[in-house]
C-alpha cells in the first residue's frame, strides 16, 4: 500500500518537472549563430542553412532530423555551439536559439542516413512565443469560428 503511493507521488512528481512533448513532423531549416554579429555574417550563416524535419517539442526542448551531423567543420551538437532553427507550424512561423545536447545516428542504409539531435531551446523569439504556445497546447486542431452556419440576411 505504501509503496503504491510512493509510486504515484513518483510519477506526479515527474509529469510536473518533465515538459510535456509534442509529437509532430515540421519542415525547419537549422543554421550556426555567426562569431561576428552584423547583417552581413547574419545573412551569411542564413544562407547556409540545412534543411531538416521536428520529431518532437516542449517548452524546454525539441528534437529534429537532419540529413548530417555538421556543416563544413563545424558539428551541431558539442562545445555548447548555439543553433539557430525556424520552424513552420501550422500555427506560424517559430525562430527559435538552441544548444545541440545528444545525437543519434538513424536510418537504415548509409543512402538513407540521418540525424536525430535533441537540444534545449535558449532562446525564443518574441513574436514566435504565441505561435509556439498556441501549438503546445492545442496541437494541429483548427480553432472553432464562432459562428454556427452560414448567415443568409433578408431585407
Request: charged content about 25%; overall charge positive; proline content about 5%.
Amino acid at each position: 500500500m505504501i509503496r503504491e503511493l510512493i509510486g504515484r507521488f513518483n510519477r506526479s512528481l515527474s509529469e510536473r518537472l518533465v515538459s510535456n512533448r509534442r509529437k509532430h513532423s515540421a519542415p525547419m531549416r537549422v543554421w550556426f549563430e555567426p562569431d561576428i554579429n552584423s547583417p552581413h555574417h547574419q545573412q551569411i550563416a542564413k544562407n547556409m542553412a540545412m534543411p531538416g524535419e521536428t520529431v518532437d517539442m516542449s517548452r524546454t526542448g525539441i528534437a529534429f532530423v537532419v540529413s548530417s551531423i555538421r556543416v563544413n567543420e563545424k558539428y551541431l551538437v558539442g562545445q555548447d555551439r548555439k543553433l539557430n532553427i525556424e520552424i513552420d507550424l501550422p500555427t506560424g512561423r517559430v525562430e527559435m536559439q538552441v544548444v545541440g545536447k545528444r545525437y543519434e545516428k538513424v536510418g537504415v542504409h548509409l543512402s538513407d542516413e540521418k540525424f536525430l539531435i535533441g537540444a534545449n531551446i535558449v532562446r525564443l523569439d518574441s513574436d514566435s512565443n504565441p505561435a509556439y504556445d498556441l501549438f503546445l497546447r492545442k496541437g494541429t486542431q483548427q480553432p472553432r469560428s464562432s459562428s454556427n452556419g452560414l448567415e443568409l440576411g433578408i431585407d
